[in-house]
Nanobody, 120 residues
């Protein structure tokens, strides 16, 4: 399944941690990048963190120093990326979506999303 599949969301208290995972099937073309976006109620979807196949990363200013996106792990069947979220704040609450793209075929896919709720 090329569409990314996310897991790891849940309810956590402020100051706590969660780790999200995202997996997408490998294809004959190398994946170009994977990213995490989030959407809070009533707000637009925003980039949280992105990593390229070469390992370059960028983060939203609001999560720098607290969130870490892993390198893209590749096995025989899957590309997997993780988002380690520490020192969570109530404003981190939202649906977190995984995004994957393949530049060679100009295709990209969104996952279904996983809910993260941070209580104060």
């Amino acid at each position: 399944q090329v569409q990314p599949v996310e897991s790891g969301g849940g309810l956590v208290q402020a100051g706590g941690s969660l780790r999200l995972s995202c997996a997408t099937s490998r294809t004959i073309f190398s994946i170009s990048s994977m990213a995490w976006y989030r959407q809070a109620p009533g707000k637009q979807r925003e980039l949280v963190a992105k990593i390229t196949s070469g390992g370059s990363t960028n983060y939203a200013d609001s999560v720098k120093g607290r969130f870490t996106i892993s390198r893209i792990s590749k096995d025989a069947t899957k590309n997997t990326v993780y988002l380690q979220m520490n020192s969570l704040k109530p404003e981190d609450t939202g649906v977190y979506y995984c995004y994957a793209d393949w530049a060679a075929t100009m295709t990209s896919y969104w996952g279904q999303g996983t809910q993260v709720t941070v209580s104060s």
